[in-house]
DNA sequence: GTTAGGTGCTTCAAATTCGAAGCAGATAAG
DNA sequence: CTTATCTGCTTCGAATTTGAAGCACCTAAC
């Protein structure tokens, strides 16, 4: 009676429960070296990267937001303590001035040198370690896929504005 | 001169990039199934279904956490607003004093139970409609390697506990 | 059996995170 | 040009999360 059609396979159920596994397991190892070694936290450090390989290091707020996947909110506040550190700057754009426009600095990007490194390294050692060549060309295009059809959906920051 | 011996090939780096991306995307999309239908965030929906799976639906504090990759004193937060819904108990080990042991309660079966199939049904729509049954397979094979190798590193349980 | 250290959990303070609401500039419709 | 709506960002308050410190019990070495 308490049967539902199970609509997931036990293949697909153990894919989906590795995955959740390994994210979170990875998050806090990965976390741990980012700290250590350049006092970042995994937003800050992903936002940094982000800026780094962007077009002249500059990016809008939302745009930055989206792209860590992250809330307007909390990327307001993690762009302040950048900021204050400065490893960015904010100012606002010439062409949209509600747009606030975040670049990167050369401490910034001295940082992000500092860091990147041992991070590949750590992610090298937890993640593809027990990998073949094929295993991690199999996840990069299955990811891939999947993470392409999320993002078809509208993204955070077009969340409700709900009439009034 | 900035050039460090890329330790990370192009495919590594996108499979890495495209995991975190997936599961950034997949969390919040997910929660919002969990917190709508059931009132639970992703933690407590990890929580009962560890339980529900456990034998007699009980299990340490200690364990669960360790299972579902959380802090211990997040998990003694998240288990006292359980326990206040009324969704699990704890009680005293007779077997060691210290610990503490958390079971689900009827109640608990219940949310689960209404929760699951609505679960189910999000992650098969977000994660699976993109992927054939081969990759679904292969990523839990993939993944499946994964955790097993980050699950042999000390948990978190472990962390620190410095001489004075 | 006493003592030193280990283990299980909670309390605490501090940091982070989010959504809702607010503000101001942009855009479109008439 | 005016008004209604939309969009980009920040502020705000509330909830969550964490590591460190603390408490109590357990274990083992002597």
């Known amino acids: 009676m308490t049967e539902q059609p199970a609509s997931l396979t036990p293949t697909q159920l153990s894919a989906y429960f590795a995955l959740t596994e390994v994210s979170s397991l990875l998050r806090p ?7 250590d070694v350049g006092a970042l936290s995994y937003v800050q450090f992903q ?36 900021e204050e550190r400065g490893l960015i700057t904010r100012s606002p754009s010439p062409d949209d001035e509600r747009s606030t426009i975040v670049a990167i600095t050369a401490a910034g990007r001295a940082v992000l040198q500092a860091v990147f490194p041992g991070h590949i390294e750590a992610v090298r050692g937890l993640l593809f370690t027990p990998l073949s060549d094929d295993d991690a060309s199999d996840l990069a295009r299955i990811l891939g896929r999947v993470s392409a059809h999320l993002r078809a959906a509208p993204p955070r920051s077009a969340a409700r504005r709900r009439k009034t």
Chains 1, 2 share one sequence.
Do not use: H
């Not at 930055?64 to 909390?74: E, I, T």
């Open 29 to 35: 190892a990965v976390e741990k070296q980012l700290r």
């Open 47 to 82: 936002l940094l990267a982000r800026l780094g390989d962007a077009v002249d290091g500059r990016s809008r707020m939302t745009d930055l937001a989206d792209g860590v996947v992250y809330s307007r909110s909390g990327l307001t506040y993690q762009a302040q303590s950048l």
